[in-house]
Nanobody, 126 residues
Framework: QVQLVESGGGLVQAGGSLRLSCTPSGRTFSSNNMGWFRQAPGKEREFVAAVSWNGVTTYYADSVEGRFTISRDNAKNTVYLQMNSLKPEDTAIYYC???????????????????WGQGTQVTVSS
């Protein structure tokens, strides 16, 4: 059974930092793009960032550009989301996701991703 397991969430003050990690189990995704999405209470799930299968290309939502950094270490089968200068509006459950197909262009749409983690809560206090 394939699972994506997120970790690293928590409570932080505005301006602080957190690093999320995502480690798949059951298979590797070294040929698949990976993404991070988030969902705040009462809101739809939204795209945060994506990284290409080889780590060369990244893409960010405008709301996090310049503050968040997505990266991956295929040797460790892990994807990271470094979050700096956190704001209260970043409060949400953060989900890791793996693209359905290998070696294709990055997507911001949840429907492009076939495997999802259970999510990790990030809470930013003002």
């Amino acid at each position: 059974q394939v699972q994506l397991v997120e970790s690293g969430g928590g409570l932080v003050q505005a301006g602080g930092s957190l690093r999320l990690s995502c480690t798949p189990s059951g298979r590797t995704f070294s040929s698949n793009n990976m993404g991070w999405f988030r969902q705040a209470p009462g809101k739809e799930r939204e795209f945060v960032a994506a990284v290409s299968w080889n780590g060369v290309t990244t893409y960010y939502a405008d709301s996090v550009e310049g503050r968040f950094t997505i990266s991956r270490d295929n040797a460790k089968n892990t994807v990271y989301l470094q979050m700096n200068s956190l704001k209260p509006e970043d409060t949400a459950i953060y989900y890791c996701a793996a693209d359905k197909f290998p070696h294709r262009g990055l997507s911001v749409y949840p429907t492009a991703y076939d495997y999802w983690g259970q999510g990790t809560q990030v809470t930013v206090s003002s």
